[in-house]
T-cell receptor, first 116, second 113 residues
Framework: DVKVTQSSRYLVKRTGEKVFLECVQD?????MFWYRQDPGLGLRLIYF???????EKGDIPEGYSVSREKKERFSLILESASTNQTSMYLC???????????????FGSGTRLTVV | SQQGEEDPQALSIQEGENATMNCSYK?????LQWYRQNSGRGLVHLIL?????REKHSGRLRVTLDTSKKSSSLLITASRAADTASYFC?????????????FGQGTILTVHP
């Protein structure tokens, strides 16, 4: 069964800590994405990557960075966690879209991060 | 930026009834997708419709797309209690968007047994 695995389901961190959220996919997908989901705001794109070592900012990249050293792994880094980064974080992956071929995302189960 | 907006925000029906959810978007798209999310979990891809398609079926799901009105609808027929979830539409643009999707805020569907 194809999978996107997020390393933690629940995480509690202190303000100012550096936080790493890990995401691994086993489908050889080119694209990987990080979203955060908040009540009333839906899903908002933080960063995405379309190839190893390649990354693009999404709609809300401030306070975050990402790393993609290997095709299967895409890490989200909160440089200095703040309480307004308390949220559900969702990782997703997909095949690359080209010549009009579009593909759905496969999502991980999410990481609910609380910053205290 | 929010592209898709779902309507209604919440829908409550009885088992066996049909559920219809609508999605409107603002800019031109290459495709539109629907996803389902059970409480506190990740999203699951349901169906994709391309901008040159008008209707698509998958089991009890029927999706329509009207690009002139920039809107789509998801119909779930003969609903079951297990269909209780949040449903999101997501739009994909063309060009060098790398398959990036923009999600709406979702419709919460409750199906009562």
């Amino acid at each position: 069964d194809v999978k996107v695995t997020q390393s933690s389901r629940y995480l509690v961190k202190r303000t100012g800590e550096k936080v790493f959220l890990e995401c691994v996919q086993d489908m050889d997908h080119e694209n990987m994405f990080w979203y955060r989901q908040d009540p009333g705001l839906g899903l908002r794109l933080i960063y995405f990557s379309y190839d190893v070592k390649m990354k693009e900012k999404g709609d809300i990249p401030e306070g975050y960075s990402v790393s993609r050293e290997k095709k299967e792994r895409f890490s989200l880094i909160l440089e200095s966690a703040s309480t307004n980064q308390t949220s559900m974080y969702l990782c997703a992956s997909s095949f690359a879209s080209d010549r009009g071929n579009w593909f759905g995302y496969t999502f991980g189960s999410g990481t609910r991060l609380t910053v205290v | 930026s929010q592209q898709g907006e779902e309507d209604p925000q919440a829908l409550s029906i009885q088992e066996g009834e049909n559920a219809t959810m609508n999605c409107s978007y603002k800019t031109s798209i290459n495709n539109l997708q629907w996803y389902r999310q059970n409480s506190g979990r990740g999203l699951v891809h349901l169906i994709l419709i391309r901008s040159n398609e008008r209707e698509k079926h998958s089991g009890r799901l029927r999706v329509t797309l009207d690009t002139s009105k920039k809107s789509s609808s998801l119909l779930i027929t003969a609903s079951r209690a297990a269909d209780t979830a949040s449903y999101f539409c997501a739009t994909g643009a063309g060009g060098t968007s790398y398959g990036k999707l923009t999600f709406g805020q979702g419709t919460i569907l409750t199906v009562h047994p």
